[in-house]
């Protein structure tokens, strides 16, 4: 079964649309946001409690499960959904963003990268072929293609260069793919904050006809309202009848003014790595439960979420539990921010459905404390 994206509306007051993700291992409504699980576990969170949440697909990282277990392993195991007793949808990325942002980069050549192992030091060598592969091997539903996301900033040669690579990658990729190309390969738009390369990689990559097209090279250090503007004149420019996929975004501001700019899937790290240092995210903003002034505050952290953790534990538990370092803490922690994103998307959604998604925005952001536009 391909990946298929049904649009079910536009909203009137902004670009975000409503859509539905259809893959092998289940439907996603959008915009939707997908928790990382880089080493086949979203750190601290079990299937069961992922699924609890309103989790319907997660993303793992192609770069350490080829290093650590080896992705023979996991072929053997029947791929990445039985090894890891997950039943909904998987994405896996590429390798592209993990090189150049772990390891001490060697060389970048039309072949492939040349690095050294982030662990042991070893040399490695990555290639569209071999990151194919190693997908093909893992049997995520969705693959991304081999690309190189770029510094930023970076100089319009240098992007323009990397840009074209890029493309012959995605041509090779789905060479190598395995399965029908119309299956779980997502092609990567790149091009920086460049409207001439983001437009030049767009046609490049809608040419070869891909299921679905992620906006890479973005979230790396750029200001927000350069983000912003790239994907005001990015969007446009994919297919609407595909899904659009922003990589690495997760912080509740980006995710609301990323679905505005017509993105239908986010991915982040930010929720579970914040998380794991006592940092939550709440309705009135962050909070830091180390702080001494909640020693003695028995309140839910977030009086607005009806999580697991706000309806059984405090904000006095839960900092006690982080600053004796309980890994139940953690778990605690965990579990709130991706509930505090995923209830984040739904709310989204129910604002696209009734077309108020600009509202929604200001009054999310005035609670939050996010400065007017
Ligand atoms: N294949 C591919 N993958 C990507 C992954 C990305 N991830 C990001 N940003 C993540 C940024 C990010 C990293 C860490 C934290 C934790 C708290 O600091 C939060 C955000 N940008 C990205 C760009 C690409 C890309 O072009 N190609
Ligand atoms: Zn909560």
Redesign the pocket.
């Known amino acids: 079964m391909a990946i298929t994206y049904e649009l079910i509306k536009t909203c009137k007051q902004t670009g975000a649309r409503l859509g539905k993700v259809h893959t092998p291992h289940g439907s996603f409504e959008t915009p939707m946001f997908m928790p990382v699980g880089t080493l086949a576990t979203v750190k601290t969170m079990s299937p069961e409690e992922l699924e609890q949440m309103g989790a319907q697909i997660i993303l793992s990282n192609t770069y350490h499960l080829w290093l650590r277990p080896g992705e023979d392993i996991i072929q053997e195991a029947g791929g990445l959904h039985n090894f890891m007793n997950w039943n909904g949808s998987i994405l896996t990325?590429?390798g592209?963003?993990q090189v150049f942002s772990l390891s001490d980069l060697r060389k970048i050549e039309e072949e492939g990268v040349h690095f050294r192992n982030h662990i042991s030091g070893e040399k490695l060598f990555l290639s569209p072929e071999k990151a194919m592969h190693i997908q093909n091997a893992l049997g995520p539903d969705i693959m991304?293609a081999f690309?190189e996301?770029p510094p930023y900033p970076a100089e319009h040669k240098y992007m323009k260069d990397s840009v074209e690579r890029t493309s012959r990658w995605a041509e090779r990729c789905l060479e190598a793919h395995q399965r029908p190309h119309d299956q779980g390969l997502f092609g990567?738009i790149?091009g920086g904050e460049y409207e001439d390369l983001r437009r030049q990689s767009a046609q490049d990559l809608t040419s070869m006809d891909f299921p679905g097209y992620a906006i890479?090279?973005?979230?790396?250090g750029e200001p927000k309202d350069v983000m912003n503007r790239v994907l005001e004149f990015t969007t446009p420019l994919m297919p609407d009848q595909k899904p659009r996929y922003l990589?690495?975004v997760?912080s509740p501001d980006s995710l609301i003014d990323g679905s505005i700019r017509g993105v239908d899937m986010f991915d982040?790290?930010?929720p579970t790595?914040?998380a794991r240092n006592g940092t939550l995210m709440t309705s009135e903003g962050r909070l830091v439960v180390r702080n001494a002034k909640f020693a003695r505050d028995f309140r839910p952290i977030d009086e607005n979420c009806d999580c697991h953790t706000c309806r059984n534990y405090s904000r006095a538990y839960i900092r006690h539990l982080v600053k004796a370092n309980e890994t139940f803490g953690f778990r605690l922690t965990t579990y709130h921010n991706l509930y505090f994103l995923l209830n984040l998307m739904r709310q989204v959604r129910e604002a696209i459905r009734e077309d108020r998604l600009g509202d929604f925005r200001d009054e999310f952001f005035e609670q939050y404390g996010f400065n007017k536009p």
């Open positions: 990325d590429s592209g963003f991304m690309d996301c990567i790149q890479g090279g973005l979230s790396v990589m690495g997760g982040c790290v930010l790595r914040i």
